[in-house]
């Protein structure tokens, strides 16, 4: 038996030498095709997995996560005084998302153009969860953006893409938006405490693309289950129900004229002080109605009309007293 190939016979007299099979990358059927890496450097790669920071003095010295340094020709780098106290995390926010496309097109668009997340979590009921840009890294997902006194939030913040197809709207502008899977939410909650947990993120910094630019986003939208997140997994923010039913009565028993520009320009002041970007205006202009709508989205999903009424009101002043800016 002759065994031929494009560029080479073997003779009969001759058995032919098994070969190793190549080794076969497994990657998911739909993702993009995976790039050639660079052989490992000999030197093994230091990576803390034990975090002793103290987030009462904001001591973030030694954590998880891998130790980049500088390897200067000719020198050695001595971690003789490593670490120094004065220092603490990039990773301030956790910030959702969703991709308003399918799973193959969200790998294609967030792997192969300018956009990215650290995490994307796709439709798929399995334990597999991609990871397209490391931690340490800051990824594109935010935009122009900002909580409370701080900004550009790409740059202190891990973000988390879901797959899920967003809304759609009709002639009249009416949005339907979508539900996320069970299987889905667990993958994310599960995800989202590991990340609060070992970066220390305050229940604060926990938010949707539409609370950090609510003047452009929607995402996670109003299906999102933050309550679930709060209540099951102890993250995020939520209001306390008695404190909120207690200043809703009160909000009945008062002669709310919204129509006054000091009571408007006094609830722009309370979102704001919550963490919205919003500008002081005295109007029931439409960034005021878009913050408004994005507030709801989070916390009143039932109703997202970006109108205020006592329930809305009441739940910010509640969200207000339980974590004040500081």
């Avoid at 190549?22 to 993009?32: F, I, N, Q, R, Y």
């Avoid at 939208?221 to 200043?247: A, C, H, N």
Wanted: proline content about 7%.
């Amino acid at each position: 038996m002759v065994l031929a190939s494009c560029a080479t016979q073997t003779p009969k007299t001759k058995a032919p030498v098994p070969q190793p099979k190549p080794k076969v990358e497994k990657v998911h059927p739909t993702a993009p095709p995976v790039a050639k890496q660079p052989a490992p450097n000999s030197a093994k790669p230091e990576y803390y997995n034990v975090n002793i920071a103290d987030a009462a003095k904001n001591d973030n010295t030694i954590s998880y996560g891998s130790l980049v340094a500088a390897n200067p020709q000719g020198y050695v780098i001595s971690r003789t005084y490593f670490p120094a106290i004065g220092q603490n995390f990039r990773q301030r926010y956790l910030i959702l998302h969703y991709t308003a496309l399918d799973d193959d097109k969200s790998l294609t668009v967030l792997t192969q153009q300018s956009v990215s997340a650290h995490y994307l979590v796709g439709t798929q009921d399995d334990n597999e969860i991609y990871q397209l840009v490391d931690e340490n890294k800051r990824a594109y997902h935010a935009g122009i953006s900002s909580w409370r006194k701080d900004a550009q939030l790409n740059d202190t913040s891990i973000g988390i893409e879901i797959v899920n197809r967003g809304y759609t709207a009709d002639a009249a502008g009416n949005r339907t938006f979508y539900a996320y899977p069970e299987h889905q939410f667990r993958k994310v909650a599960a995800l989202a405490k590991d990340i609060v947990t070992r970066y220390m993120i305050p229940p604060t910094n926990v938010l949707g693309h539409s609370d950090v630019a609510p003047t452009r986003k929607q995402d996670p939208g109003p299906f999102f289950p933050w309550k679930r997140l709060y209540d099951e997994y102890g993250i995020g923010m939520w209001y306390d129900d008695d404190v909120k039913t207690q200043l809703q009565e009160q909000l009945l028993n008062f002669d709310l004229d919204k129509t006054q520009p000091t009571f408007i320009t006094n609830f722009q002041q309370q979102l704001a002080s919550f963490g919205y970007d919003l500008r002081s205006t005295g109007l029931w202009d439409t960034p005021t109605r878009k913050t408004i709508e994005a507030f709801q989205y989070h916390f009143r999903p039932q109703l997202a009309d970006g109108n205020l009424d006592a329930e809305t009101y009441a739940i910010l002043l509640a969200l207000l007293q339980k974590y004040p800016a500081k």
